[in-house]
């Protein structure tokens, strides 16, 4: 579970680490109060569980509490990304110096988290490294034995070249962190940018953490707004028990194993296409099951195509079909459907497919072309 920016900063302020005086508002008559006590002037975020909403046009910055409450309004009525806007994080203007980036991330091979600095920070990480490959210092921290001097040292000795003067505070920030992975049970965690201002101030300018679903149990305060406020697709999945994340693409994908799931996405990339989703339908999976995934992925209005890939084996191809053919003939399926079908009663299955006029293929590489060719002459 992604937490919404303004309970992620919440977390880290209650370890200590510094963030910009910032207002929760839910209405544009709010926003406008909320810049006025500001000082006047503001910078109105949107508070949704994704990333990139400064090149969506969902962080806007307003000069004055009347434009502040124009620009709420305008917010307030769009989707991004999907999400509906239900409220924004009104922050003070900050004078920014220098932009550092920390964070960290479970590491399953290392069997640990690695935290992570750079003093390049306000872009992707992945961007980073892309640019400036020298600049990374990674350090694993044992979940048994816990951030460590030493560690938090080199991390913040690495992110403080250009602000060495800071490099004691930054390894504060950085046990702060830690401190926050263990009790909210993170699989992720940053702080993007972590920015020097004009007069002197450290401040976490964006912030960043993901819960481990798992864990959710311990953490009913976040359990609520799980099952109740995010994604309305990722949540119907949710209740109907189907694998289901959405992305930002315009491939809806398919498949019955998780594995099979992510090798479709891979294969989507790999053509030139953006998966809208990854959907897991499971071994055995019911007719009924598959018409479920199907609905939700068609649901989205990003969707130009579908891509079913069904390699079958405890799961019937025939199933699958059946699955398809109840969402078409509901008048559900609003694009095409691509799909590669083969293994157990997969003949039957491209039977009742034809009839309702889909040709399945056995080969994912024709089916994943076909599906990234339709999306981008949709």
Same mark, same amino acid.
């Given at each position: 579970?992604?937490?919404?920016?303004?309970?992620?900063?919440?977390?880290?302020?209650?370890?200590?680490?510094?963030?910009?005086?910032?207002?929760?508002v839910r209405s544009p008559e709010e926003a406008s109060s909320a810049v006025r006590s500001l000082g006047g002037s503001g910078?109105?975020?949107?508070?949704?569980?994704?990333?990139?909403?400064?090149?969506?046009?969902?962080?806007?910055?307003?000069?004055?509490?009347?434009?502040?409450?124009?620009?709420?309004?305008?917010?307030?009525?769009?989707?991004?990304?999907?999400?509906?806007?239900?409220?924004?994080?009104?922050?003070?203007?900050?004078?920014?110096?220098?932009?550092?980036?920390?964070?960290?991330?479970?590491?399953?091979?290392?069997?640990?988290?690695?935290?992570?600095?750079?003093?390049?920070?306000?872009?992707?990480?992945?961007?980073?490294?892309?640019?400036?490959?020298?600049?990374?210092?990674?350090?694993?921290?044992?979940?048994?034995?816990?951030?460590?001097?030493h560690i938090a040292r080199a991390l913040a000795r690495n992110a403080s070249k250009n602000v060495p003067d800071k490099m004691?505070?930054? =390894?504060? !920030?950085?046990?702060?962190?830690?401190?926050?992975? %263990?009790?909210?049970? +993170? @699989?992720?965690?940053?702080?993007?940018? /972590?920015?020097?201002?004009?007069?002197?101030?450290?401040?976490?300018?964006?912030?960043?953490?993901?819960?481990?679903?798992?864990?959710?149990?311990?953490?009913?305060?976040?359990?609520?707004?799980?099952?109740?406020?995010?994604?309305?697709?990722?949540?119907?999945?949710?209740?109907?028990?189907?694998?289901?994340?959405?992305?930002?693409?315009?491939?809806?994908?398919?498949?019955?194993?998780?594995?099979?799931?992510?090798?479709?996405?891979?294969?989507?990339?790999?053509?030139?296409?953006?998966?809208?989703?990854?959907?897991?339908?499971?071994?055995?999976?019911?007719?009924?099951?598959?018409?479920?995934?199907? =609905?939700? !992925?068609?649901?989205?209005?990003?969707?130009?195509? %579908?891509?079913?890939? +069904? @390699?079958?084996?405890?799961?019937?191809? /025939?199933?699958?079909?059946?699955?398809?053919?109840?969402?078409?003939?509901?008048?559900?399926?609003?694009?095409?459907?691509?799909?590669?079908?083969?293994?157990?009663?997969?003949?039957?299955?491209?039977?009742?497919?034809?009839?309702?006029?889909?040709?399945?293929?056995?080969?994912?590489?024709?089916?994943?072309?076909?599906?990234?060719?339709?999306?981008?002459?949709?």
């Open positions: 579970m992604r937490l919404l920016e303004y309970e992620s900063k919440e977390a880290f302020s209650s370890k200590g680490i510094p963030i910009p005086r910032g207002i929760l910078v109105l975020k949107i508070q949704i569980p994704h990333g990139q909403r400064g090149k969506a046009g969902g962080i806007r910055i307003a000069r004055s509490p009347e434009e502040a409450e124009k620009i709420a309004e305008e917010l307030f009525s769009r989707s991004f990304y999907g999400y509906e806007v239900s409220s924004l994080l009104v922050e003070e203007p900050i004078d920014v110096v220098t932009e550092i980036y920390v964070g960290a991330i479970i590491d399953r091979n290392a069997r640990g988290m690695t935290f992570i600095t750079t003093p390049y920070g306000g872009m992707d990480v992945e961007e980073v490294a892309a640019r400036h490959p020298e600049s990374i210092e990674r350090r694993t921290v044992n979940p048994l034995i816990g951030m460590r001097s004691s505070e930054i =390894e504060r !920030i950085i046990f702060s962190m830690w401190e926050v992975a %263990v009790e909210y049970d +993170a @699989l992720m965690l940053e702080i993007n940018p /972590l920015a020097l201002t004009r007069d002197g101030r450290l401040l976490a300018l964006d912030a960043r953490i993901e819960v481990d679903d798992n864990s959710l149990f311990r953490h009913k305060e976040l359990e609520k707004r799980y099952y109740s406020s995010e994604n309305p697709r990722e949540n119907e999945a949710r209740r109907r028990d189907i694998a289901y994340v959405e992305l930002d693409g315009d491939i809806g994908t398919m498949a019955n194993g998780a594995g099979l799931a992510m090798a479709t996405m891979d294969l989507v990339h790999t053509f030139g296409g953006r998966p809208a989703n990854f959907c897991d339908v499971g071994g055995g999976a019911s007719a009924d099951r598959v018409a479920g995934a199907l =609905e939700i !992925i068609v649901s989205n209005p990003r969707v130009k195509v %579908v891509l079913i890939n +069904a @390699l079958c084996g405890i799961t019937s191809a /025939l199933e699958v079909a059946m699955g398809v053919r109840s969402v078409r003939e509901r008048g559900l399926l609003r694009v095409p459907v691509v799909v590669r079908m083969s293994g157990n009663q997969a003949d039957e299955g491209k039977r009742v497919l034809e009839e309702i006029g889909i040709k399945a293929t056995e080969s994912a590489e024709e089916a994943v072309s076909y599906a990234v060719r339709l999306a981008q002459g949709a």
